[in-house]
């Protein structure tokens, strides 16, 4: 069972760039690790997901180092809109199994004006 | 397309009293799961399904049956509800268990048991 660990809150102001990190030391060979976020009242959103070094999208950058025992989530200048729960999840991708639904507590993001 | 939509958006039930959720795709995706989240805290899983006709317990699966009669629906049932399973319920959808795309989640429902 690959365990994530994630800090439970972090504040940051319009215009930032936030760094969300998450720990995962026991990662296996053929796990990914995938980020969604969520805004109250609503289900989770896929933000982005990456094996190994970097991976971007339009909305969010993830930084996983060479050993890959950690993972940075990367929003770049938020807005009072980014203001929501992020999780963290790692899991293998090739096969079928519930470990990479395990979803935690995730990290309260709150955006200050 | 209106992807994962879950019927109802609220309800409220007595102790005992029976229910059931259902959560529609319309993405033919093959796998379906439920989650519950309470306030608070992360979502965990009940069941999920991978394809027509399947089911499978997940974290959290005792006092709920589900059933997957058609690929694009699966549902969620409380033969005799408690107090301790006020919570929200999400469904998802997702192609392949772990594909690039991940899972699709529906609004919720938030149930309250009285």
């Known amino acids: 069972l690959a365990k994530t660990t994630q800090p439970i809150s972090m504040d940051s102001y319009e215009g930032q760039e936030v760094n969300i990190t998450c720990s995962h030391n026991?990662?296996?060979?053929?796990?990914?690790i995938t980020w969604y976020q969520q805004f109250p009242s609503q289900g989770p959103r896929f933000i982005i997901q990456g094996y190994k070094t970097k991976v971007t999208n339009e909305v969010a950058s993830l930084f996983i180092p060479a050993d890959r025992k950690s993972s940075t989530l990367s929003l770049p200048r938020v807005s009072l809109s980014d203001t929501a729960v992020y999780y963290c999840l790692v899991g293998d991708m090739g096969a079928y199994n519930t470990d990479k639904l395990i979803f935690g507590t995730g990290t309260r993001l709150q955006v200050f004006p | 397309n209106a992807g994962v939509t879950q019927t109802p958006k609220f309800r409220v039930l007595k102790t005992g009293q029976s229910m059931t959720l259902l959560c529609a795709q319309d993405?033919?995706?093959?796998?379906m799961y439920w989650y519950r989240q309470d306030p608070g805290m992360g979502l965990r899983l009940i069941h999920y399904s991978v394809g027509e006709g399947t089911t499978a317990k997940g974290e959290v699966p005792d006092g709920y049956n589900v059933s997957r009669l058609k690929k694009q629906n699966f549902l969620l049932g409380l033969e005799s509800a408690a107090p301790s399973q006020t919570s929200v319920y999400f469904c998802?959808?997702?192609?392949?268990?772990?594909?690039?795309?991940?899972?699709?989640f529906g609004p919720g429902t938030r149930l309250t048991v009285l």
């Open positions: 993405m033919n995706h093959e796998y």
């Open positions: 026991n990662i296996a060979t053929n796990d990914y």
């Open positions: 998802a959808s997702s192609t392949i268990a772990g594909e690039r795309d991940t899972q699709y």
